[in-house]
């Protein structure tokens, strides 16, 4: 028996003026920063004014949408709306930006530190270190630019691509992270071995930080450790800043406006990622929109079963007659193969979650890389 789930409204969605933000999330390749693109451009053509926060746009992508300078700040799409937009006459309007994650970093130090206190930060190789590399470092920052994006109030609806990390929930777990890291408790047991010098006071600094990010562990040698110090006092000025606005961020994904969007592809690894996340978004009580599954595999002659179709293979090879038949037919058997287990996944995913609403897209033949490939998709998301 085939289950169904409701359906996925995502026209609903975008046309909701209370929509404010949507975040794409889910694991890595599933196709967020696809769907998150397509999503802006068809709010922006049903005439709402969006920016869309993309983290890790593949270059083809970035360039269609003249995401050709990473500076950070939103911009324009052309294409898009009209007159400025030159696009197709509706209202809406497009803005599209690269998240640069130090550079979002580099402008929380300049704005909450005074000059030479953020010279100090900024040329500090610690600081240098944790604000490239830092693991959840570029999860924060995506929250934290959401949260300036919403501050500015310079666009009704803002669509937020999620970090191409390996695991979902990372996104959601970075504030808390970071923030426990840059809390002024903590900084302070780091503070304080430090302040009692020598050898054993490094080794015993390592081991702190070993307990909240193994990344930094590999830092090692003696000017490091003056760095660290520098870099502690300097930053203490901004510590308050950074947990606060983390759990602002918090809060606005809680809010009523927000439309959380998992993304997966119809594979185990995938879906099995999309059901934490889902069941994470109402622990936090986060407002969850749905799932897309993406890529899709359909048969467009789905009545041939794939058992049928192998069968006739077998009888015309038996016979040595019709080879390139039996080819497509092989080929055709393992498409229906493919579209079952893909439809056995979604059910694991409907049967653990029955109520939440599904959009389907199915694999395109090519990837999607202009402004009409994601007008199509984001077609396919609506039907
Ligand atoms: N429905 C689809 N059909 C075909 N290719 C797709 C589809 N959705 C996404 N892609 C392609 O898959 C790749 C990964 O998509 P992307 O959106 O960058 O994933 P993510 O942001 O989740 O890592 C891209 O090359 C994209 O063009
Ligand atoms: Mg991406």
């Given at each position: 028996m085939t289950k169904t789930a409701p359906v996925l409204d995502i026209d609903a969605i975008l046309d909701d003026e209370n929509t404010r933000i949507v975040v794409?999330?889910?694991?890595?390749?599933?196709?967020?920063?696809?769907?998150?693109?397509?999503?802006?451009?068809?709010?922006?053509?049903?005439?709402?004014?969006?920016?869309?926060?993309?983290?890790?746009?593949?270059?083809?992508?970035?360039?269609?949408?003249?995401?050709?300078?990473?500076?950070?700040?939103?911009?324009?799409?052309?294409?898009?709306?009209?007159?400025?937009?030159?696009?197709?006459?509706?209202?809406?309007?497009?803005?599209?930006?690269?998240?640069?994650?130090?550079?979002?970093?580099?402008?929380?130090?300049?704005?909450?530190?005074?000059?030479?206190?953020?010279?100090?930060?900024?040329?500090?190789?610690?600081?240098?270190?944790?604000?490239s590399s830092f693991s959840g470092t570029q999860e924060y920052m995506a929250m934290e630019k959401l949260g300036q994006l919403r501050r500015s109030g310079d666009w009704d609806l803002i669509i937020v691509d999620t970090p191409p990390s390996r695991s979902a929930l990372d996104f959601l777990d970075a504030p808390e992270r970071l923030g426990r890291f840059l809390d002024g408790r903590l900084i302070r047991v780091l503070m304080a071995p430090a302040k009692a010098g020598g050898r054993s006071?490094?080794?015993?600094?390592?081991?702190?930080?070993?307990?909240?990010?193994?990344?930094?562990?590999?830092?090692?040698?003696?000017?490091?450790?003056?760095?660290?110090?520098?870099?502690?006092?300097?930053?203490?000025?901004?510590?308050?800043?950074?947990?606060?606005?983390?759990?602002?961020?918090?809060?606005?994904?809680?809010?009523?406006g927000t439309a959380f969007v998992v993304v997966a592809t119809p594979e185990r690894d995938a879906i099995r990622e999309a059901s934490y996340f889902v069941e994470r978004l109402a622990e936090e009580r986060m407002p969850l929109a749905g799932l897309v599954i993406n890529r899709l595999h359909r048969s467009p002659a789905s009545a041939l079963s794939a058992a049928r179709s192998t069968a006739a293979a077998e009888d015309l090879e038996a016979r040595g007659e019709h080879e390139l038949a039996?080819?497509?037919?092989?080929?055709?058997?393992?498409?229906m193969q493919l579209a079952a287990r893909e439809q056995r996944e979604q059910e694991h995913f409907m049967s653990a979650h029955p109520t939440v609403p599904i959009a389907h897209v199915p694999a395109m033949a090519e990837d999607v890389h202009d402004l009409d490939g994601l007008r199509e998709i984001g077609g396919l998301l609506a039907t």
């Open positions: 794409c999330c889910g694991s890595g390749g599933v196709g967020k920063t696809t769907t998150a693109a397509a999503l802006g451009l068809r709010a922006a053509e049903r005439g709402r004014s969006v920016v869309v926060l993309t983290v890790d746009p593949a270059k083809r992508l970035a360039q269609s949408m003249g995401l050709t300078e990473l500076d950070n700040v939103p911009r324009r799409v052309k294409g898009v709306g009209s007159p400025d937009g030159s696009g197709n006459g509706s209202r809406g309007e497009l803005h599209a930006m690269m998240l640069d994650m130090k550079r979002t970093f580099d402008e929380i130090i300049e704005a909450h530190a005074d000059p030479e206190r953020a010279r100090q930060i900024l040329t500090n190789p610690f600081y240098q270190s944790l604000s006071a490094f080794k015993l600094l390592n081991a702190g930080f070993g307990i909240v990010a193994g990344a930094l562990t590999k830092v090692l040698g003696a000017q490091v450790l003056k760095d660290i110090q520098m870099f502690v006092s300097a930053l203490d000025a901004v510590f308050g800043g950074f947990r606060q606005r983390a759990e602002q961020t918090y809060k606005l994904l809680q809010a009523p039996a080819a497509v037919l092989r080929l055709h058997a393992g498409r």
